[in-house]
């Protein structure tokens, strides 16, 4: 009589949970975790392609410093001696390569020496772009390597943006204009191409 209702039993709470089971199953079903969409349902239009031009100011010295170290000495001569340095930074934008210039924007992020050997850089930037016009408000996020003391042009890939610069990829092409070895003041041409809709 005991194994009768013991098997019984075992039977009920079988049913239980698969009743339990098809409720969540039928749950999950209802309520996905992934929609698929189109891009027209997301209002999005054509793509295009954009280069922005523009000047950043990494100011480590001087009266309106933008750029903090976070952590450890600067030497320049002895760059693994600079391994693992990071510095925060909200680095003016502007048109020309003057401070004075009219600014479109700023570059806030963090850069950081990723290289034991040479004075290479791992950046995480979002150009925050505040002058009047289509694209104030917008942002464009590029994260890469960049080897500052390369000759010519660095590159470093574009992996998102805001605003105008929705859905944002591409590539920026960065170019030392001027570095002051005494203060680590930089001036750096920045060419950005941008695919959005």
Do not use: W
Request: proline share 4%.
């Amino acid at each position: 009589m005991l194994l009768k209702q013991y098997s019984l039993l075992s039977v009920l709470i079988t049913l239980f949970l698969f009743t339990i089971l098809i409720s969540e199953a039928r749950l999950i079903s209802s309520h996905p975790f992934s929609t698929k969409l189109s891009a027209k349902a997301m209002a999005l239009k054509n793509e295009k392609l954009t280069h922005l031009h523009f000047y950043y100011h990494n100011l480590l010295a001087g009266p309106n410093v933008t750029a903090l170290h976070l952590n450890g000495p600067l030497d320049f001569n002895h760059p693994a001696g600079l391994f693992g340095r990071l510095t925060m930074a909200d680095n003016p934008l502007t048109l020309d390569p003057e401070l004075n210039s009219t600014t479109v924007g700023r570059a806030q992020g963090l850069y950081g020496v990723a290289s034991r050997t040479d004075a290479t850089f791992m950046e995480l930037f979002n150009f925050v772009f505040k002058a009047d016009g289509e694209y104030r408000g917008s942002t464009v996020t590029v994260l890469g390597r960049n080897h500052i003391l390369a000759a010519g042009i660095r590159e470093m890939p574009v992996v998102g943006g805001t605003g105008v610069f929705g859905f944002a990829r591409g590539k920026v092409h960065v170019k030392t204009h001027s570095f002051n070895t005494t203060t680590g003041n930089t001036v750096v041409k920045c060419d950005v191409y941008v695919f959005h809709y």
